[in-house]
């Protein structure tokens, strides 16, 4: 995800970029009356004309001024990830276009911020593949979410359903040290929602 930079710039800053403005053939005035921060964008004059000349990086900063404050990717399984802002405003190929962004976020004329992961293959860097949750130990995919009982006092840890229950159906009791197990304010149990288990090794 990117969005424009917002650093301020300093007095001394302005001045030297007014005496660059004044300089004849400069093409820097555009970017002082297009840019929150000019003197990040113009870094050489090498670079001026390589990369602030080119009209598609002139219309994503005036895209950025004027319409949207951050340009958010979204995900495509031929491209990878796409920018749908962009895309209608130049002329590059939608494959072209992060790597474009990532040389503007170089010369710091814009900020970039971490969004997503997306799984890929390895070998081809295509995002069209499938995930499969395997155990570690026997490699089956037999895999099931359960919430699951820590008993703090002997370090018990076993899914909910193989607690030893008594004939009132209600109490429950510790299967190792056979404690009964307090739920409601007790500081001795400790639940954990988010454990995976294997139906095969459980």
Same mark, same amino acid.
Not at 40 to 50: D, W
Not at 52 to 58: C, E, F, M
Not at 192 to 200: A, I, L, P, S, V
């Given at each position: 995800? =990117?969005?424009?930079?917002?650093?301020?710039?300093? @007095?001394k800053?302005?001045?030297?970029?007014e005496?660059?403005?004044? %300089?004849?053939?400069?093409?820097e005035p =555009?970017?002082?009356r297009?840019? $929150? @921060?000019?003197?990040?964008?113009?870094?050489?004059?090498?670079?001026? &004309?390589g990369?602030y000349s080119?009209?598609d !990086?002139?219309? /994503? /900063? *005036?895209?950025l001024?004027?319409?949207?404050?951050?340009?958010?990717?979204? =995900?495509? $399984?031929?491209?990878?990830c %796409?920018?749908?802002? #962009?895309?209608? !405003?130049?002329?590059?190929?939608p *494959?072209? /276009?992060?790597?474009?962004?990532?040389r503007?976020?170089?010369?710091?004329? $814009?900020?970039?911020?971490?969004?997503?992961?997306? #799984?890929?293959?390895?070998k +081809?860097t295509?995002?069209?593949?499938?995930? %499969?949750?395997?155990c570690?130990?026997?490699?089956?995919?037999?895999i099931?979410?359960?919430?699951t009982?820590e008993h703090l006092?002997?370090?018990?840890? +076993?899914?909910e359903d193989? $607690?030893v !229950?008594?004939?009132?159906?209600?109490?429950?009791?510790?299967?190792?040290?056979?404690l009964?197990?307090? =739920?409601?304010a007790?500081p001795?149990? &400790?639940i @954990?929602?988010?454990w995976?288990m294997c139906?095969h090794?459980?």
């Amino acid at each position: 995800m =990117f969005k424009r930079k917002t650093e301020h710039t300093s @007095n001394k800053e302005l001045k030297s970029i007014e005496s660059r403005v004044e %300089r004849p053939g400069s093409l820097e005035p =555009f970017y002082i009356r297009n840019a $929150l @921060n000019p003197s990040y964008q113009i870094v050489t004059e090498e670079e001026e &004309r390589g990369l602030y000349s080119k009209p598609d !990086v002139q219309r /994503i /900063i *005036n895209l950025l001024l004027n319409d949207v404050k951050e340009l958010i990717p979204s =995900f495509d $399984l031929h491209y990878y990830c %796409r920018y749908n802002e #962009i895309e209608p !405003v130049t002329d590059l190929k939608p *494959n072209e /276009i992060p790597g474009l962004l990532d040389r503007l976020t170089k010369y710091k004329v $814009l900020d970039s911020h971490f969004y997503e992961k997306v #799984i890929i293959c390895d070998k +081809c860097t295509s995002p069209n593949v499938a995930s %499969r949750f395997l155990c570690s130990h026997c490699k089956s995919t037999n895999i099931s979410q359960k919430k699951t009982i820590e008993h703090l006092s002997c370090g018990y840890v +076993c899914p909910e359903d193989q $607690l030893v !229950v008594d004939t009132d159906g209600r109490t429950k009791h510790c299967p190792r040290c056979g404690l009964i197990l307090d =739920f409601n304010a007790g500081p001795d149990v &400790r639940i @954990n929602e988010g454990w995976f288990m294997c139906g095969h090794c459980a």
